[in-house]
């Protein structure tokens, strides 16, 4: 994936069992009513359409909308607050996008 700052994540082949355990416990994950008051920096669960990922509050657009970069796949995209979810899924499991930028360019 390329980020709108041309920031470009990618996926290790040596995380591939992360990835597996990763994707089992997103599967089982069971959603729980949150009353939360987000920050910039927070660990979350977010879901968009019907999956869900590990996420970081990047910004708070309002009351009720984040934008979360989903840390294992480097996409960033708003999440209404009730798709959010104060959880650090899989700590032990490092962010599987790794950020890379190509030396000597500049985003236009």
Excluded at 31 to 58: E, K
């Amino acid at each position: 994936h390329v980020s709108s700052d041309c920031t470009i994540y990618f996926n290790p082949d040596s995380m591939r069992p992360c990835q597996e355990r990763l994707a089992a416990s997103l599967k089982s994950f069971q959603r729980c009513p949150a009353n939360v008051t987000w920050q910039v920096g927070a660990a979350c669960v977010a879901q968009n359409d019907m999956w869900f990922s590990r996420g970081l509050v990047t910004h708070i657009i309002g009351p009720k909308m984040l934008e979360v970069l989903m840390v294992d796949t480097g996409i960033s995209m708003n999440v209404h607050v009730k798709d959010a979810y104060p959880v650090l899924l899989c700590p032990d499991i490092p962010k599987l996008a790794v950020p890379v930028r190509l030396a000597h360019i500049q985003p236009a």
